[in-house]
């Protein structure tokens, strides 16, 4: 064989290994990815279902869970009245000069941070027959909570309650604050709303009919509808939960800690 024709030979044995490891070495890449792929898959695969678990592990704890009671000893000194019209309900001595408006969702956490700062004091003076307060309960995050609606159906028993036993709603209101539902998460369920409301001491054919009526759900809806579109209920252009408004203002309660004074008569 000539040496020419051994060249060649050559050429066409490099040719046909250098294939051979190419194919090789895309067929050890092609396997690297698909391990990846998979490996990513069951990564993913994974978090869906511990998201999933740990979600139904919650709404679990959630329903089996009891709201617990708060009982506001001053409460008995003054009236509360529900105003089945508006949907609101007003608490304080019919003489105090000063109105507070107090718009609330029973989701919001910044509402139960207001309440929590603040309802001590404003206690004393509704005690003192200095202030009345008038609570809007709003559904501004019904879509908050998993199943949605919760804002709402909470907003319908508080005013159950108040039309029920007028006098034991602060309890019933504060309750509900003081063990809030997280955002995007389960809320409490109506049967466990009606079990706190029955400890409190409130039943009935009053409280039962605008519960499983659902009598105030349109009412909370338009009234929250009317608040978003008046113009001196807005902070930074929008409104939103809790607004305070005292005497016909809006209340910058978060700037000043001295607000609820600065709006009480000093003599």
Not at 43 to 72: D, R, Y
Not at 166 to 172: A, C, L, M, S, V
Not at 195 to 203: D, E, K, M, P, T
Request: hydrophobic residues 40%; neutral net charge.
């Amino acid at each position: 064989m000539s040496n020419t024709q051994q060249s060649k030979g050559t050429k066409r044995k490099s040719a046909s290994s250098g294939r051979a490891v190419a194919a090789a070495r895309a067929d050890r890449d092609n396997k690297r990815k698909n391990i990846v792929a998979a490996i990513v898959i069951v990564v993913i695969a994974a978090a869906v279902f511990g998201g999933v678990f740990l979600q139904k592990q919650k709404a679990t704890t959630a329903a089996q869970s009891v709201i617990p009671t708060v009982t506001v000893a001053g409460a008995a000194q003054y009236p509360v009245v529900l105003d089945p019209a508006t949907a609101t309900v007003l608490a304080g001595k019919p003489t105090a000069p000063t109105t507070i408006d107090a718009y609330e969702d029973f989701l919001c956490p910044i509402c139960g941070e207001f309440e929590s700062a603040n309802f001590p004091a404003m206690e004393k003076q509704l005690e003192a027959g200095t202030i009345k307060v008038r609570y809007h309960m709003l559904n501004l995050l019904d879509d908050r909570s998993t199943p949605s609606g919760y804002s709402t159906m909470a907003a319908n028993t508080a005013l159950a309650v108040a039309a029920a036993a007028p006098d034991k709603f602060i309890d019933f209101h504060d309750s509900l604050f003081s063990k809030q539902p997280e955002e995007n998460g389960p809320g409490w369920t109506q049967a466990q709303l009606s079990n706190l409301a029955g400890r409190l001491g409130v039943s009935g054919p009053a409280f039962d009919s605008v519960v499983n009526g659902n009598t105030y759900g349109a009412k909370i809806q338009s009234n929250l509808t009317a608040a978003e579109a008046d113009p001196a209920l807005q902070q930074q252009g929008a409104f939103g939960t809790p607004t305070v408004v005292a005497n016909g203002k809006v209340v910058n309660w978060q700037q000043d800690p001295n607000w609820l004074s600065s709006v009480v008569p000093t003599h």
